[in-house]
């Protein structure tokens, strides 16, 4: 059992996880607590974090697959068990797990007669497959089989659009979800005025992370969603500078901040508000570096010790940090 205690108000939040199992390896499940609530808060967390749950944490999907010399998606391919309509279902079904931004391209090449599963899938480093026994298809004949497949990290649901194939090449639906079911309870003790809660979440996910991970990752992006009503100040927005742009950066609203408040902030101001190019940006991931507090308590030592960062990298963060003067990062040591 692992959980946390926060302290808000003149009560202690703990969360506990109770149980956590695979029950395959594209099963997960997990279940937690967090105590004690006061009336009415168990639901607004439960709601909020089902929500996010389902609908905010990003997945990667195949989701196009081109092959040679195919009229439309239900060709058959002599030498080939399946339709090239049951390959792309199966193909929808390899559950993957990375850090890639954007999309990337990957492929199948392999020669019969022989059985066709994941672990056959040429990927990029990023990318990871999490069962590869996964099956795709069977060849009959001695042929070669080559079938170009782009690999995609999103969020949601997207439905493959009608009519939309062109030269071999067929959409997938995507279901980038890896969390494919979240559910709450609430359990009341106490009489009158001392009642009080507890808030019961259950997470199931398709193997590409965990349910605690789940859990984390979802908990920053709803805290990421309402740390701008924190700067609600009508004098500190001027509304005549954001040239019809709907929402303004955090960085301009740091420096009017009380410290204790700014510190807050920034531990839960996350990188990705940065635009980093995708090499940097999954460099400080992959070494924990997931806030901007996070990366301030950095020094440019710390920076350069980053697998596959070079100095370019480092004048890259720099520079981009040089034009958010708020920014008190401390850079003395191995100055540039």
């Given at each position: 059992?692992?959980?946390?205690?926060?302290?808000?108000?003149?009560?202690?939040?703990?969360?506990?996880?109770i149980?956590?199992?695979?029950?395959s390896?594209?099963?997960?499940?997990?279940?937690?607590?967090?105590?004690?609530?006061?009336?009415?808060q168990?639901?607004?967390?439960?709601?909020?974090?089902?929500?996010?749950?389902?609908?905010?944490?990003?997945?990667?999907?195949?989701?196009h697959a081109?092959?040679?010399?195919?009229?439309h998606?239900?060709?058959?391919?002599?030498?080939?068990?399946?339709?090239?309509?049951e390959?792309?279902?199966?193909?929808?079904?390899?559950?993957?797990?990375?850090?890639?931004?954007?999309?990337?391209d990957?492929?199948?090449?392999?020669?019969?007669?022989?059985?066709?599963?994941?672990q056959?899938?040429i990927?990029?480093?990023s990318?990871?497959?999490?069962?590869?026994?996964?099956?795709?298809?069977?060849?009959?004949?001695?042929?070669?089989?080559?079938?170009?497949?782009?690999?995609?990290?999103?969020?949601?649901?997207?439905?493959k659009?009608?009519?939309?194939?062109?030269?071999?090449?067929?959409?997938i639906?995507?279901?980038?979800?890896p969390v494919?079911n979240?559910?709450?309870?609430?359990?009341?003790?106490?009489?009158?005025?001392?009642?009080?809660?507890?808030?019961?979440l259950?997470i199931?996910?398709?193997?590409?992370l965990?349910p605690k991970?789940?859990?984390?990752?979802?908990?920053?992006?709803l805290?990421?969603?309402?740390?701008?009503?924190?700067?609600?100040e009508?004098?500190n927005?001027?509304?005549?500078?954001?040239?019809?742009?709907?929402?303004?950066?955090?960085?301009?609203?740091?420096?009017?901040?009380?410290?204790?408040?700014?510190?807050?902030?920034?531990?839960?101001?996350?990188?990705?508000?940065?635009?980093?190019?995708?090499?940097?940006?999954?460099c400080?991931?992959k070494?924990?570096?997931h806030?901007?507090?996070?990366?301030?308590?950095?020094s440019?030592?710390?920076?350069?010790?980053?697998?596959?960062f070079?100095?370019?990298?480092?004048k890259?963060?720099?520079?981009?940090?040089?034009?958010?003067?708020?920014?008190?990062?401390?850079?003395?040591?191995?100055?540039?």
């Open positions: 059992m692992v959980g946390k205690k926060v302290r808000i108000s003149t009560r202690t939040l703990q969360w506990r996880c149980e956590s199992r695979a029950d390896k594209r099963r997960y499940y997990g279940r937690f607590i967090l105590s004690p609530l006061i009336k009415g168990a639901d607004t967390i439960g709601i909020a974090m089902r929500r996010v749950l389902l609908g905010e944490i990003e997945g990667t999907c195949i989701t081109k092959f040679e010399k195919t009229p998606e239900f060709s058959t391919i002599v030498g080939i068990q399946e339709s090239v309509h390959i792309l279902m199966n193909l929808k079904e390899i559950v993957l797990r990375s850090n890639l931004y954007g999309t990337q990957a492929a199948i090449c392999v020669k019969g007669p022989r059985d066709i599963t994941a056959d899938i990927l990029p480093p990318v990871e497959i999490i069962d590869n026994t996964q099956h795709i298809a069977s060849l009959t004949k001695p042929i070669d089989l080559y079938i170009e497949l782009q690999i995609e990290r999103n969020r949601g649901y997207r439905l659009l009608p009519n939309k194939f062109q030269d071999g090449s067929y959409p639906e995507a279901l980038f979800m494919r979240a559910n709450h309870s609430v359990h009341s003790y106490g009489n009158g005025t001392e009642k009080q809660e507890i808030l019961f259950e199931w996910t398709n193997g590409s965990t991970e789940a859990l984390h990752e979802a908990s920053r992006n805290i990421n969603l309402f740390i701008p009503f924190l700067h609600a009508e004098e927005i001027h509304l005549k500078k954001t040239q019809h742009k709907t929402t303004l950066p955090l960085f301009t609203f740091h420096h009017r901040l009380p410290k204790n408040t700014k510190e807050i902030t920034l531990k839960y101001s996350f990188i990705d508000q940065f635009d980093f190019p995708p090499k940097i940006y999954n400080l991931k070494s924990n570096i806030t901007y507090w996070d990366l301030l308590n950095k440019q030592e710390d920076l350069l010790k980053i697998e596959h070079c100095i370019e990298d480092v890259y963060i720099l520079n981009i940090l040089e034009m958010k003067k708020h920014f008190a990062i401390d850079l003395s040591k191995n100055p540039l």
